[in-house]
């Protein structure tokens, strides 16, 4: 009889060598753009206590949470984003760093949701943050950023915008038609799903409000609703050669109850999907966490894997360009060595620590297999060549497993030679 059948459970992932090798080309391009930017990594856990992310998350964050009591009676939860853990080090930290504190992490989150398209229970974030600054040319810095992470992964012009908005602007809009303070954050959650709920349906909501969809429309639509912030992002943005990325459009308030001024979400021109990043100005909340302890102005955003990804995939630019990473960085050797003469596997060996003691990742196989048999498995390997370990030692075959192209090496001085070889092109590619 057979055993029980066992997978991941939903909306959990598994990731086999090939879609590791695709994370870790979206981990090592967020890293790249970060650290080109001044940006230093940090790292928190991925168990917090509960009570740092009921404080200030609002909205239907409380009611995703992967939450639990340990054996010691504690309420925790596997976090669900990471701005308020940023919070919490931050206010405990920060005395040990000069400010501006430029910091980012790419970690895991969790939330109990449905899974979907560009979402799922566990998820991978890039997050970047600028602590300690309050002006608006710390926003400017962070869509900049995100703007050269979208290029980084092979996107231009007309494939992406940043739609920019206040969310101080909609304060003052709620304070002005005297919506009780209490009330705001679910007036907020009706702006924030304009875009995705029924007509009739927010028509209904803000009924409740007394207001009129047409009234927050015509808000909506005024430019002149924009605060100075904006105004001064937009200003520096041209100057950095972005303003065709920008876009200001207030219908944009981020679902999370402690943004206090400009936000912003990336979104895929195409509108195809959800937004790819998204974040904005939290100038309470590290104060909030701290209980007053630290008071400190903060500024980020957050870019998670699954969208980004499903971006890459339906844009043949930005696909190409991970492809062509995927067959350079994420094979498993860059040399396989073939024993075609078995009375030289001991030779081979020794090929194999010279050239792995040079930083050339390499591999053989374990027992003896035919020729035939070693190159097929060469192939699979996805590395770019086969060296083929021969009666002719000390001389050496090169084959180029791509162009199907053979060159001539000898063991003297093999280390240097096949180093300045792995940085050359291999050549036409076969049909």
């Not at 003691?357 to 996805?382: M, N, T, V, Y």
Request: glycine residues 8%; aromatic residues 10%; contains cysteine.
């Amino acid at each position: 009889m057979a055993g029980p059948k066992f997978k991941a459970l939903p909306g959990f992932r598994d990731f086999t060598p090939q879609e590791c090798a695709v994370r870790n080309y979206l981990f090592e391009t967020w890293r790249s753009v970060a650290r080109t930017y001044g940006f230093v990594e940090y790292e928190t856990p991925i168990v917090e206590d509960t009570s740092l992310y009921l404080k200030k998350s609002g909205g239907e964050l409380s009611g995703q949470l992967f939450r639990f009591e340990d054996q010691g009676g504690r309420d925790i939860c596997l976090r669900p984003e990471v701005t308020a853990s940023l919070a919490r080090i931050a206010a405990q930290h920060q005395r040990d760093f000069p400010k501006p504190l430029k910091w980012f992490e790419i970690g895991q989150c969790f939330r109990y949701e449905k899974p979907q398209k560009g979402r799922g229970r566990e998820f991978h974030q890039f997050n970047v943050d600028i602590l300690g600054e309050a002006g608006p040319a710390a926003d400017a810095e962070l869509i900049a950023l995100s703007i050269d992470t979208m290029r980084a992964f092979g996107f231009g012009e007309g494939d992406f915008v940043v739609r920019v908005s206040d969310r101080q602007a909609w304060l003052d809009f709620a304070s002005e038609r005297d919506i009780d303070e209490e009330r705001i954050p679910d007036f907020l959650q009706i702006i924030d799903k304009l875009e995705r709920e029924k007509p009739e349906v927010t028509a209904e909501k803000l009924a409740s409000f007394g207001l009129k969809t047409e009234e927050v429309t015509e808000f909506i639509k005024n430019p002149e609703n924009a605060s100075f912030a904006y105004e001064a992002i937009q200003e520096d943005l041209e100057s950095r050669g972005m303003a065709p990325y920008l876009e200001l459009d207030l219908s944009i308030v981020r679902g999370l109850a402690y943004y206090t001024g400009i936000v912003f979400e990336v979104f895929d021109s195409r509108k195809s999907m959800r937004a790819v990043a998204g974040g904005g100005r939290y100038d309470t909340l590290i104060g909030t966490i701290s209980d007053g302890g630290c008071d400190m102005p903060a500024t980020g955003f957050a870019m998670g894997d699954y969208v980004i990804r499903n971006l890459i995939e339906e844009t043949t630019d930005a696909l190409m360009q991970m492809e062509v990473w995927l067959q350079r960085s994420g094979a498993a050797c860059d040399v396989f060595l073939v024993i075609a003469d078995e009375t030289k596997r001991s030779d081979a060996l020794a090929i194999l620590s010279e050239l792995r003691e040079a930083g050339i990742a390499c591999d053989l196989p374990f027992g003896q297999a035919k020729l035939g048999k070693q190159l097929k498995r060469a192939e699979q390997s996805g590395a770019r060549f086969a060296l083929v370990v021969g009666s002719e030692l000390p001389e050496l075959q090169l084959k180029v497993l791509a162009s199907r192209t053979e060159e001539t090496c000898h063991v003297l001085g093999l280390a240097d030679w096949l180093t300045d070889r792995l940085q050359q092109p291999d050549g036409p590619l076969l049909a």
